[in-house]
């Protein structure tokens, strides 16, 4: 395969470019957006597979050919990453190019792939109709209770320092859900957190797993988690009460350590906050702890640090194999991507990964939507108010995708 990088003059919103049927990894406006499919590749084949494409860079550092995806919840799941035919790429210095990949023997800018194409004159033209919408549990709120309550009292008997357990609800529409639209609404909300639309997968996901940028690692994990309501006053006083939680504060110190004992053999060095800061979106805010560290030669992939971290204890549990038993035993249905990770990475093996979380899977005809949300269980935890956490988190994707 062939690929071409040139510059893109004017301004392209990425959301746009990705509209109902691309592909999108978005954070701040910083990111990719791809159209078409010139290629599927298992993750762990992806970074020899494009080093494997002939890039002719014409943009002067661009990270070209790119790969986008999703891997499932369960350690070592298999994954295909998608190769786009067209990928439109912002950086933080505001520069925008765009990758043409082909086959070999043409040059791929020479295409005529409708699929490829970018859309001129900003958003596309898209029906604004109002929709019906129900709303059912995927699994009966009794079998949920009961699953945090056997959570919790693995924790107490000592079978584990932390568990995560999780519930899925259904939404239904009456006509095919528009995810441009409900890109948008999360630009709108949720910017500066990991947008993403990747094969009927959609979120906005405020954890970054993994990034790895030549030899620069970072991770940024969060665990404990309160409301947000509105009132600055008011989210203060709960943020401050989340900060000094112990229960919260035990939830989050198993992530962060699990984060860096992982990332440690990897390093020359990594340094991590000493205290945990509060990161607040539109709908909850999170305890969360930033590392950073130089990575060892020879520099692993952004892939491999994502088999060796995922799933945290952000969203598994702790240990992880007792953890994954327990949920895999008693949440009542398979997670599938939510809970797994999501990004991108290039030829070099560099990448930015963020935890599948906020999130929809999308049905192939798109009239259905299935969220989850979950929260981290200890031995203080409290089924019901476990039951109000997850009602709070499934706030992001909802506001997004019903619009009676």
Request: a negative charge.
């Amino acid at each position: 395969m062939r690929a071409v990088s040139t510059p893109v003059d004017g301004a392209l919103d990425l959301n746009d470019v990705a509209g109902g049927d691309g592909y999108l990894f978005v954070r701040d406006g910083v990111g990719f957006a791809g159209r078409g499919v010139a290629a599927r590749v298992p993750v762990d084949e992806a970074v020899a597979f494009l080093a494997s494409i002939d890039h002719d860079d014409q943009v002067g550092g661009a990270p070209g050919v790119i790969a986008l995806g999703a891997i499932p919840f369960l350690p070592g799941s298999p994954a295909e990453l998608v190769v786009p035919e067209l990928i439109i790429g912002k950086d933080a210095a505001g520069r925008i190019w765009r990758t043409d990949v082909g086959d070999p023997g043409l040059d791929p800018r020479e295409r005529s792939h409708a699929g490829a194409s970018v859309p001129e004159g900003g958003a596309r033209d898209r029906p604004h109709l109002p929709g019906a919408f129900s709303i059912r549990p995927g699994v009966a709120v009794e079998h949920y209770l009961a699953a945090v309550a056997a959570a919790r009292d693995a924790v107490r008997d000592g079978r584990m320092a932390k568990a995560v357990i999780a519930r899925p609800i259904v939404v239904e529409s009456d006509r095919p859900i528009d995810v441009h639209a409900v890109l948008l609404r999360l630009k709108a909300s949720f910017g500066s957190s990991y947008r993403f639309s990747i094969d009927g997968f959609i979120g906005a996901s405020p954890e970054l797993l993994v990034e790895v940028d030549g030899d620069v690692v970072r991770s940024h994990p969060l665990a404990g988690t309160t409301r947000t309501t509105g009132d600055p006053e008011l989210d203060a006083k709960l943020a401050a009460e989340l900060h000094a939680s112990p229960k919260n504060r035990i939830e989050h110190d198993a992530a962060i350590a699990m984060v860096r004992d992982t990332l440690l053999p990897y390093c020359s060095y990594l340094d991590w906050a000493p205290e945990p800061s509060i990161v607040k979106v539109a709908n909850v805010q999170h305890l969360g702890s930033q590392a950073e560290g130089r990575l060892s030669k020879p520099t692993p992939s952004v892939i491999e640090l994502v088999r060796a971290l995922q799933p945290t204890p952000a969203v598994g549990g702790h240990p992880r194999e007792a953890a994954i038993e327990l949920i895999t035993r008693v949440e009542g249905f398979e997670r599938g991507r939510y809970g797994g990770t999501v990004g991108w990475v290039d030829a070099h093996g560099n990448g930015t990964w963020a935890v599948s979380l906020r999130c929809a899977e999308l049905s192939a005809d798109r009239q259905s939507a299935r969220l989850v949300a979950g929260g981290g269980i200890v031995a203080d935890s409290d089924p019901e108010s476990e039951l109000a956490e997850t009602q709070a988190k499934f706030q992001a994707m909802l506001s997004a995708i019903v619009r009676p």
